[in-house]
T-cell receptor, first 115, second 112 residues
Framework: NAGVMQNPRHLVRRRGQEARLRCSPM?????VYWYRQLPEEGLKFMVY????????ESGMPKERFSAEFPKEGPSILRIQQVVRGDSAAYFC?????????????FGSGTRLTVV | DAKTTQPPSMDCAEGRAANLPCNHS???????VYWYRQIHSQGPQYIIH???NNETNEMASLIITEDRKSSTLILPHATLRDTAVYYC?????????????FGQGTRLTINP
């Protein structure tokens, strides 16, 4: 019974490249949430997706960042033209429904380093 | 913005009970209190949640005051592996799509 799977665990990109972060939710979970944690800071909400729909993207930067959760396959967080300030840990979480009282199950994160 | 206030750090001796306070004076009737922890930059881990009654599970106990304006997470016999940042979060699950909003949390250090 696998938990939330994120890959890669570590990703190094040069400035200007694209970063793609993948998140496979727990079996039976159709709601996915992405959070970002800058070094020595707390977790900041980025985006909430249901299959094929973006429900809440209030925490997403206006440029270069996008997210999708297709009907088949993992959720993808895409960062175009990365800059040093994008270096952070990106966590994905999933839940079976938006009303699940047990909250979310988090993955182990992807650590992005921009050099 | 987070709707909770927690002390930035606490220490506890190994084997003793760790009591982590949280103030949520503006909590509304439909909002639950959740506790998560993050061990050394791993993904946050769910601990416990409650609405108004005290709750206990295999990890911890949650004591919520009668007016619901504050709560305490209790780790009954703290071990070194409980060293982590503990987050207290209030969340409305009735309105739907209420995301978890993390504050700064309490950095709990368990000392041998």
């Amino acid at each position: 019974n696998a938990g939330v799977m994120q890959n890669p665990r570590h990703l190094v990109r040069r400035r200007g490249q694209e970063a793609r972060l993948r998140c496979s939710p727990m079996k039976g979970h159709s709601h996915v949430y992405w959070y970002r944690q800058l070094p020595e800071e707390g977790l900041k909400f980025m985006v909430y997706l249901q299959k094929e729909n973006i429900i809440d993207e209030s925490g997403m930067p206006k440029e270069r960042f996008s997210a999708e959760f297709p009907k088949e396959g993992p959720s993808i967080l895409r960062i175009q033209q990365v800059v040093r300030g994008d270096s952070a840990a990106y966590f994905c979480a999933s839940s079976p429904s938006r009303w699940d009282s047990y909250g979310y199950t988090f993955g182990s994160g992807t650590r992005l380093t921009v050099v | 913005d987070a709707k909770t206030t927690q002390p930035p750090s606490m220490d506890c001796a190994e084997g003793r009970a760790a009591n982590l306070p949280c103030n949520h004076s503006t909590i509304s009737g439909n909002e639950y209190v959740y506790w998560y922890r993050q061990i050394h930059s791993q993904g946050p881990q769910y601990i416990i949640h409650g609405l108004k009654n005290n709750e206990t599970n295999e990890m911890a106990s949650l004591i919520i005051t009668e007016d619901r304006k504050s709560s305490t997470l209790i780790l009954p016999h703290a071990t070194l592996r409980d060293t982590a940042v503990y987050y207290c979060i209030v969340r409305d699950i009735i309105q739907g799509a209420q995301k978890l909003v993390f504050g700064q949390g309490t950095r709990l250090t368990i000392n041998p």
